[in-house]
Structure formats: structure tokens, C-alpha cells
């Protein structure tokens, strides 16, 4: 099946600092991508859609000027947490579909980025 | 997207079969039924979808009730590394629809 990849893995850094999250689709385009945040036996929440070229849609109660997220090419969307606070502590996914937007059947997801904030 | 409801725990012997429900009473005629699943510290994967026909495929079978207001999905031989949250979605094929999950079942396979 296709592939989605999310980098880093894991991420420690201290509060007041930026962090990078990338999500590629590694055997496919996308359109759009998908960004969740997961608390600790908590479901997946969903964040924003990232649309690539233009800006993305957040959900509701989603600050967009902390959690920026950049769709700039058919393979790449980036989240950054901007001066990451202890609360930002989260599992964070992003998932995509692949083929058009006639044909998608299932998405695939990242294998999830896991941020703690010191 | 309609809602659906789960049972939030379920217990199953390795190699018997795990039969998980999902209600969707208010689903409309042309959503999808999906079934995700969430190993620990992972993310989600797909497991089968369907609208109105039971269908099957190398991971499980998906049983739609005719009315459509419940499936039922089914892990035939179960194994530990079946132990996982599993997810059932309602939405529309075809289009970029964002998935809102819900609280899942958590399936724990015990030998």
C-alpha cells in the first residue's frame, strides 16, 4: 500500500522553542494531508486539513498562529509547534489519501511523531 | 458525518475469532462504513470498508446489516498482534473527506 512517513520519531524540546514535524507521501501526491493530535488514552483529534498551495482549514478551538502548518509541495506538509509549552505534549499523525480525488478508498497515516515539551 | 458508538473494551482468546459492533443508526445513503485500527504508539491503518455488501479481504470480514444501522467487524483467527484500538468511520468515498474518530474499541487478544 502506499506510504506516508512522518520525521522525527520522537522530539524533546524546551518550552518557548519551535518544533518541525515533516509528513511525505513517499510513492504518492497529495493533494491534501491531515494533521491529529492524540493525548494519552485519548482518540485522535483532528487539527487541520493542509492543502497544498494554499493555506490550510483548522478546526475548531485549533490555534493557527501556534500550530502553522506549510503544504508546499504534492509530497510534503509541515506542522510546526511555534514556542511549544508543556500542554503541547502529544502524539501528532498526519495521514493522506492516495490516487484523484474520484478514486481514494482508505487513507494511510504516519507513523506518528511523539513531541514532549521540557 | 453521522456518529457512531462502540463498546469501548472487548476481551478475545488467541486464534478464536473477534467479532467488534459498531452502530451507525443515523447513516446516510451514501456513507461509507470503515474499519481503522491503532496499534500502541502507532498510527492508525486501514483495515476494509463497505456500503451495503459484506466484503472481505486478507485482514477481516465486514458484515453491514441490511438496514445499515450496524456492522459488525470480524477478525476470524485473532492473534496477539491483533490486540489494538479498532475504529469505525462513517464517510463518503471518493473526495478529500477528513476521518473523525470516535473512542474505538479497545481489543485486547489474551493467549
Known amino acids: 500500500g502506499a506510504v506516508v512517513s512522518q520525521h522525527p520519531s520522537r522530539v524533546i524540546c524546551k518550552s518557548g522553542t519551535s518544533v518541525k514535524i515533516e509528513c511525505r507521501s513517499l510513492?504518492?501526491?497529495?493533494?491534501?494531508m491531515f494533521w491529529y493530535r492524540q493525548f494519552p488514552k485519548q482518540s485522535l483529534m483532528l487539527m487541520a486539513t493542509s492543502n497544498e498551495g494554499s493555506k490550510a482549514t483548522y478546526e475548531q478551538g485549533v490555534e493557527k498562529d501556534k500550530f502553522l502548518i506549510n503544504h508546499a509541495s504534492l509530497t510534503l506538509s509541515t506542522l510546526t509547534v511555534t514556542s511549544a509549552h508543556p500542554e503541547d505534549s502529544s502524539f501528532y499523525i498526519c495521514?493522506?489519501?492516495?490516487?484523484?480525488?474520484?478514486?481514494?478508498?482508505?487513507?494511510?497515516f504516519g507513523q506518528g511523531t511523539r513531541l514532549t515539551v521540557v | 458525518d453521522a456518529k457512531t458508538t462502540q463498546p469501548p473494551s472487548m476481551d478475545c482468546a488467541e486464534g478464536r475469532a473477534a467479532n467488534l459492533p459498531c452502530n451507525h443508526s443515523?447513516?446516510?445513503?451514501?456513507?461509507?462504513v470503515y474499519w481503522y485500527r491503532q496499534i500502541h504508539s502507532q498510527g492508525p491503518q486501514y483495515i476494509i470498508h463497505?456500503?451495503?455488501n459484506n466484503e472481505t479481504n486478507e485482514m477481516a470480514s465486514l458484515i453491514i446489516t441490511e438496514d445499515r444501522k450496524s456492522s459488525t467487524l470480524i477478525l476470524p483467527h485473532a492473534t496477539l498482534r491483533d490486540t489494538a484500538v479498532y475504529y469505525c468511520?462513517?464517510?463518503?468515498?471518493?473526495?478529500?473527506?477528513?476521518?473523525?474518530f470516535g473512542a474505538g474499541t479497545r481489543l485486547a487478544v489474551h493467549p
Open positions: 463497505g456500503l451495503k
Open positions: 468511520i462513517l464517510h463518503f468515498s471518493g473526495g478529500y473527506n477528513k476521518l473523525i
Open positions: 510513492d504518492f501526491q497529495a493533494t491534501t
Open positions: 443515523t447513516i446516510s445513503g451514501n456513507e461509507y
Open positions: 495521514s493522506a489519501y492516495s490516487g484523484g480525488a474520484e478514486r481514494n478508498t482508505e487513507a494511510f
